[in-house]
C-alpha cells in the first residue's frame, strides 16, 4: 500500500475510532470536561484581560455575584473616574486657559493672568454602590515649564469633592518650581492621609468620602499667584481607582491579584506538566519493559532489579529530595515525576511481552532473520499499544497531583502560576483561607485528573474483550 493510500486509510480508522470511543458515557463525559480544560488553556488571554499577577481589585474581594445572595447594601465594585475636564473657578475672572488633551489621564495646559486665580483640572465619577470600595489608589505627575515667576510661586493640590456635598483636600499639596516634577500617590490605606484631613490616624479615608451613593469629583488645583503670570502646566498619569471589595467570578487574592486569570493560565501549565511528565515516564517504561521482556536473562535481571529498587523507595519524599537538590524550575519538576513514573507501567509491559514473545508469529518472524528492533516495533509493540494508551491516560492525574504537591509545599516553581501555587500562597497568606481562593485550584486538580481517569477507564474497556460491556 502506498503512503498516498495509506494516510486516508489511517485517518478514517482514527475518526472511526473515536466514533466508537465517544458512544462509551464514560468516554464522552470524560472528553467533555477534557476539551472545556483545553480551551480554557488556549483561550487563556482572550478569556481574562489580567495578567495572572497584576492587581485587579480590592484585596481577598469575593466573586461579584455574591452581591445577587447576599444583597447589593454591603459589596461595590471596581470603579474609575472619567476623562479630563480642565476650567477655572468662577471668581478667576483674569484667567485664560487653553488645555491640549494627550491622553485619558495626560493634560497640556496653558494658562495666561493678569491678576492671578485658579485653575481646576478634574475628573467625575457617579458612584452608584452603596458600599464603600476596600481600597483606593490614585497618582498625579506635574510639570511646569514656561514658569514666569513673580514675586510668589504657583501651588498645586489635589482635593475630593462629593459635589454639592462636601469637599475633602487637600489630599496632597506643592510648590512648583521651574523644571522641577512635583508627584504624589494617594493611597486610602496611607495613615498619614487621614490624619492629614483631621481623621484618626490608620482611618481608611476611602470608607468616609465613598459611604453613600452620588456625583463625585477628583481635582488638582493649581493656584496662581498675584499679578501677571504665563505658564504652561504638563499634568500626567492623574487617575484615581476605587477598587471594590468584590471582582470577577473568582474574587481576587490577598495582593488584589484576579484568581480566575490565575485559575485559567495555570491550566495552561497543568496540562502541559501531566502531558510531558506522562509521555517521559511512559516512554521510559516502554523502552525498559519491551527489552526486559524480549532479551530476558542477564539483561531482563538487571533491568528488573533495578525497577524494584525503584518501586520500594517512597515517592513523594524522593520527589521532594530532587526538587530540593536540582531546583524548582518547572522543567526541573517536569523531568522529575517523568523520571519517577516509569516503574509500574515497565513492569506491566514485560509480563505483557513475556507471553507475545512465546506466539507462533514471533517464532516465525525469528526464523524469517528478522532482527530484535524489527520484531519489538513491527510485531510486539504494536499489540500493547492499546495499553500504552490507557496507562498514558491514567497516570496523567498523577503527575498533575505529584506538581501541586510539591508547589503547595513550596518546591515549586515560584515565578510559574500553577494551580498548587495558588494552594501555597493560599496557605501562607496569613489572612486565613478564604474559600473563593482554595475551591478553584482544587477542583480544577480533581476535574481535570477526573477526565484522564473516565478516558483512561473507557479505553481499557475498549481494548480489553474482557472488560468490554455486552451490546
Known amino acids: ?32 470536561l477534557l ?43 471596581n470603579a474609575q473616574f472619567g476623562s479630563l475636564t480642565t476650567y477655572t473657578n468662577t471668581s478667576s475672572l483674569g484667567v485664560s486657559v487653553q488645555s491640549t488633551s494627550l491622553g485619558p489621564n495626560d493634560v497640556n495646559v496653558t494658562v495666561r493672568s493678569v491678576a492671578g486665580g485658579t485653575v481646576i483640572v478634574g475628573k467625575t465619577l457617579d458612584y452608584s454602590y452603596s458600599a464603600p470600595p476596600s481600597e483606593m489608589f490614585g497618582t498625579l505627575v ?41 508627584q504624589t500617590t494617594i493611597r486610602s490605606t496611607d495613615p498619614g492621609l487621614a ?38 502646566f504638563l499634568i500626567k498619569q492623574f487617575s ?15 495582593t488584589g491579584a484576579d484568581i480566575f486569570s490565575q485559575f485559567v493560565y495555570g491550566t495552561q501549565l497543568s496540562l502541559m506538566v501531566g502531558l510531558i511528565a506522562t509521555i517521559i515516564g511512559i516512554g521510559v517504561g516502554l523502552i525498559i519493559g519491551l527489552l526486559a521482556g524480549f532479551l530476558g536473562k542477564m539483561v531482563d535481571e538487571v533491568l528488573m532489579r533495578f525497577t524494584d529498587m525503584m518501586l520500594v523507595i517512597p515517592s513523594l519524599p524522593l520527589l521532594i529530595v530532587l526538587a530540593s537538590v536540582l531546583g524548582s524550575s518547572l522543567w526541573n519538576i517536569i523531568l522529575i515525576l517523568g523520571f519517577l513514573g516509569w516503574m509500574g507501567f515497565a513492569r ?39 495499553l500504552t494508551y490507557v496507562n498514558l ?46 475551591i478553584p485550584p482544587g477542583l480544577g486538580i480533581a476535574m481535570l485528573s477526573l477526565s484522564f481517569i473516565l478516558i483512561g477507564y473507557s479505553l481499557d474497556e475498549l481494548f480489553n474483550p474482557r472488560l468490554r460491556r455486552r451490546r
Request: no cysteine; glycine share 10%; net charge positive.
Open 393 to 438: 491516560a491514567l497516570s496523567v492525574p498523577a503527575a498533575i497531583v505529584g506538581e501541586a504537591a510539591l508547589s503547595f509545599l513550596g518546591l515549586g516553581d515560584q515565578t510559574a502560576i500553577t494551580w498548587g501555587k495558588m494552594l501555597e500562597s493560599a496557605r501562607e497568606s496569613f489572612t486565613g483561607l478564604a474559600w473563593w481562593w482554595i
Open 1 to 32: 500500500m502506498t503512503l498516498q493510500k495509506r494516510v486516508p486509510f489511517r485517518l478514517i480508522r482514527l475518526k472511526n475510532f473515536f466514533l466508537i470511543l465517544v458512544k462509551n458515557r464514560l468516554a464522552f463525559a470524560g472528553l467533555i
Open 195 to 232: 490624619a492629614r484631613l483631621g481623621y484618626q490616624s490608620g482611618t481608611d479615608l476611602g470608607q468616609i468620602v465613598f459611604s453613600a451613593k452620588g456625583a463625585y469629583r477628583y481635582f488638582v488645583m493649581i493656584n496662581l499667584p498675584p499679578g501677571q503670570f504665563q505658564a504652561s
Open 35 to 77: 476539551l472545556l480544560f483545553v480551551f480554557a488553556a488556549a483561550a487563556a488571554p482572550l478569556l481574562t484581560s489580567n495578567y495572572p499577577t497584576e492587581k485587579a481589585g480590592g484585596k481577598l474581594a469575593p466573586p461579584f455575584w455574591v452581591s445577587y445572595i447576599y444583597g447589593n447594601a454591603r459589596y461595590s465594585q
Open 348 to 386: 506491566l509491559v514485560r509480563s505483557q511481552v513475556l507471553s507475545l514473545r512465546e506466539r507462533p508469529f514471533i517464532e516465525a518472524a525469528k526464523a524469517s532473520g528478522a532482527g530484535t528492533s524489527y520484531i519489538l516495533a513491527r510485531h510486539i509493540f504494536p499489540n500493547i499499544v492499546g
Open 240 to 254: 484615581m481607582s476605587l477598587y471594590g471589595n468584590t471582582y470577577g467570578l473568582m474574587g481576587t487574592d490577598f
Open 142 to 182: 506635574v510639570t511646569p515649564s514656561s514658569l514666569s515667576l513673580g514675586s510668589s510661586q504657583p501651588q498645586v493640590a489635589v482635593f475630593f469633592d462629593r459635589i454639592g456635598v462636601r469637599e475633602w483636600g487637600p489630599l496632597w499639596n506643592d510648590t512648583l518650581k521651574p523644571g522641577l516634577t512635583s
